[in-house]
């Protein structure tokens, strides 16, 4: 059994970014091929210094509820969302970048974390990796 | 064939998942891997893993609150 889970990260808010990737090591752990597609929101969580600086998606409180809860996952021995993408990427996940989020943001490859973006794409790249998967969630 | 120890207690979901897959990657054919965690669900879900991946599942056990589960790798992963 192998399998395939493909996952659209649209929100750039921490928890939903952390769940994310989360959900992708658990299907790399399980033996099966993982792709992220990050498309708008999103996007920006795969800029240069910007994985970790998104809000939250509830109880943000100007980023009080952030710290919090960063406070409160350390304390737990959650993964970082750092570690979460190493191991992400270890275990061979693949991350497609939206390249019309990045015209419509202006947000050029220079600004992005290209060492962990495999491919750039469109509706079509996501479409073709869905139909092949037994997993497929938008977040 | 070699033993390969993880030591997992304490680390939280998925990092015990994670570990395991990372370590049956690296694992020659006929390696023991042992991993002891203290994460509840993480012993009910790395042998869902094993069992997934197609390797072979060798014990599961506890030591106090502690629990200890050998996975041998019997194919590539």
């Not at chain 1, 990737?21 to 099966?32: A, K, P, T, V, W």
């Not at chain 2, 990657?25 to 094993?50: L, N, Q």
């Amino acid at each position: 059994m192998a399998g395939k889970t493909t996952i659209i990260v649209h929100s750039g808010d921490m928890d939903k970014v952390i769940s994310a990737l989360i959900i992708g090591n658990g299907s790399l752990s399980m033996g099966m091929d993982v792709s992220l597609y990050f498309t708008f929101w999103g996007l920006n969580r795969l800029k240069k210094g910007g994985l970790d600086k998104g809000p939250l998606s509830k109880m943000n409180m100007l980023g009080m509820g952030r710290r919090m809860i960063k406070g409160r996952m350390a304390k737990a021995n959650v993964a970082s969302l750092e570690t979460l993408v190493k191991d992400f990427k270890e275990l061979g996940g693949k991350i497609i970048a939206c390249e019309m989020t990045m015209e419509v943001m202006g947000i050029t490859k220079e600004q992005l974390r290209t060492d962990w973006i495999d491919e750039f794409g469109a509706v079509g790249t996501y479409i073709n990796e869905a139909r092949k998967s037994d997993i497929t969630l938008f977040i | 064939m070699a033993q390969i120890d993880l030591d997992c207690r304490n680390q939280n979901c998925p990092v015990p998942l994670v570990q395991v897959r990372k370590a049956l990657k690296k694992a020659a054919i006929g390696d023991v891997i042992e991993v002891s965690g203290t994460h509840p669900a993480s012993k009910k879900e790395i042998p869902m893993a094993v069992e997934a991946q197609g390797q072979e599942l060798l014990e599961v056990k506890d030591q106090g609150n502690v629990w200890i589960i050998r996975i041998k790798k019997v194919k590539e992963a």
